[in-house]
């Protein structure tokens, strides 16, 4: 409740939705209803959630730390501690349409291509090259 709060203090609750447990085709539109998607977790091993919002059509910006980071490659990226340099890169996605339509692109292609096939492909290769 804490950062709900905030938010209304901050003068922005209008421009936040804490949504809750979502899925389905609600959870699609909240994806595209949204103008730029942050993931600043400090540790997320992979991250299916910016591949969701990236497919949806979400600019996304990523804690370089997140594993879903080393795949994406036409997304922001910043250190999780950093929040000087997020900010920066929040309002810039924000301000320069152009930008996001680009990340917009890029990354849509990028998610499509990460499928689980090709990443097995990729673990039965490391795995050969090693037995």
Not at 33 to 59: H, K, M, Q
Not at 74 to 88: C, H, P, R, S, Y
Not at 89 to 115: D, F, N, W
């Amino acid at each position: 409740w804490q950062i709900i709060r905030l938010s209304a203090e901050l003068g922005i609750s209008g421009k936040v939705l804490f949504a809750g447990f979502v899925r389905g085709e609600k959870l699609n539109k909240l994806y595209r209803s949204a103008d730029l998607f942050v993931l600043s977790s400090v540790s997320e091993p992979f991250g299916l959630t910016p591949l969701e919002s990236i497919l949806n059509g979400t600019p996304v910006l990523l804690s370089k730390q997140s594993g879903i980071s080393e795949i994406i490659t036409g997304a922001l990226k910043v250190d999780f501690w950093d929040i000087e340099e997020m900010a920066n890169k929040i309002i810039c996605a924000l301000r320069y349409p152009v930008m996001s339509k680009q990340m917009q692109e890029h990354g849509k292609k990028e998610a499509e291509a990460a499928t689980w096939h090709k990443a097995a492909q990729k673990c039965i290769q490391i795995y050969k090259k090693f037995t």
